[in-house]
């Protein structure tokens, strides 16, 4: 399995995904799941992809083979819309899906479906988030559900729907997104290290920063130490049950003086 | 959808689940899943389910009318071990679901699984928990996996695999199923409130406390609370990138204390 994160904050967008990749347990590979399309200073597109590993191949290589061609008449590098970039991209995916389909073997039943994260800002545009469906068509994100996820997305998104906010700096956005990758990964195998994270600040135009952290990167260390003694400590702070009272006079009366 | 968690410490045994059933979006009630047989000082059990709920109330049914039967050759008054009583539930639970299969019309896909928790303890052994699947085998937890999950478990796992351990007091994994209950809810609305939760001391060969917590009952409207604060606090907490050196001197000294 994988899992991306995508974030949009007033301040701008936060990519995160991991790198673990695996077709049945014993071929686990790491491969990169985060795309960067950058045209400094005009327009920044970054794709997260989650699914068939040749599909989700085959429609970047489309995608720089459409770029690399003068005459293309869509690419990433004319579409005028960022919605315009999204059907692109979810028809680039179809055909992928449709031409491997093409040689397929009647019964043979190999997923090759993909869902992908598109997000990225084009100069005169709001910078804009879109979940690309299998099917092609997308969804986007919005002020209400501020980030999009694919992939293994459950055990990431309680953090996610505590923290996330569009006022929320662009920074604390990135931490959460690795919080929300830490979590993911210590609950479930198929999704691990190390974990690629990109920024885009709103009217940059450009990556500003991408990391690749491993488990023992010192910031991602840190970051895992620190979210586990604070989460510890956040738990040790919790109201005690009513029988609990003779017990535990001290933190009590700590916790009536909060009230 | 729902969500119910059992968890085995070293005192005793924590049982907890929501009440949402849903027969589709129009059709959302509120049952209880958490079912407690209980012949105090001589054996408890508690069952949890999550699945058809047709089948779940046959299946508590049949174990009520066994006990009701002095001549019933098994029974939840009468098993040996706490794995025979795992086998005997199983064994009710898949012929319930036979049952009803016989009468389905060709074609009809309504599933009629139920997968339980079954804990308790039997006087003169060690209590337990099992899982009991729909095809009516079963796993027990273990001290390297001391808790059970059943229905939408992937939102509330994290925090379990963070703080559970054998060694943890009965209370503060009671606290902790609670915060794992919460999160879910929060994530995902097929999980709902009110929430049971049953404490089972280990030989106190009964179910010492029974609460029923909806979200505006004050024990459980504080731990949100709590827990929402603390949790924000611990995000603060979290250590800078590089690149917010210049920006927050005041907290990145305090990290470089801690360091």
Redesign the interface.
């Known amino acids: 399995m994988t899992y991306c994160v995508a974030i949009k904050v007033n301040e701008g967008l936060v990519f995160a995904a991991d790198t673990r990749t695996s077709a049945g347990v014993d071929d686990v590979r790491t491969y990169n799941k985060l795309h960067v399309f950058e045209f400094a200073g005009e327009r920044v597109f970054t794709v997260l992809s989650a699914g068939n590993l040749a599909t989700t191949q085959a429609v970047l290589a489309h995608l720089k083979r459409d770029l690399d061609d003068p005459a293309a008449a869509v690419s990433l590098r004319n579409v005028r819309h960022m919605f315009d970039a999204a059907e692109y991209v979810g028809a680039v995916s179809v055909k992928a899906q449709r031409d491997t389909a093409a040689h397929m073997q009647l019964g043979n039943t190999v997923d090759l479906r993909t869902t992908l994260i598109l997000g990225g800002q084009i100069q005169g545009e709001e910078p804009a988030l879109y979940l690309i469906y299998p099917e092609g068509n997308c969804i986007s994100s919005s002020p209400e559900t501020p980030y999009l996820q694919i992939g293994e997305s ?6 996610l ?3 996330i906010r569009p006022s929320l700096p662009l ?2 956005a ?3 997104a690795l ?1 929300s990758l830490d ?2 990964m ?3 195998i198929s999704v691990g290290p190390p974990i690629d994270l990109a920024m885009l600040p709103r009217d940059a135009l450009r990556i500003t ?1 991408t990391l690749r952290l491993d488990l023992d990167t010192p ?1 991602l260390a ?2 895992r130490e ?3 003694q ?6 040790r ?8 009272m003779s017990d535990a006079q001290g933190s009590l009366l700590r916790d009536e003086v909060d009230d």
Chains 1, 2 share one sequence.
Not at 230 to 235: N, R
């Open positions: 459950k055990y990431g998104k309680p953090i729907d505590r923290v920074e604390d990135a931490r959460c919080v979590s993911t210590k609950s479930n920063h910031l840190q970051l620190a979210w586990g604070a989460l510890m400590s956040a738990f702070s919790l109201p005690r049950f009513d029988w609990e």
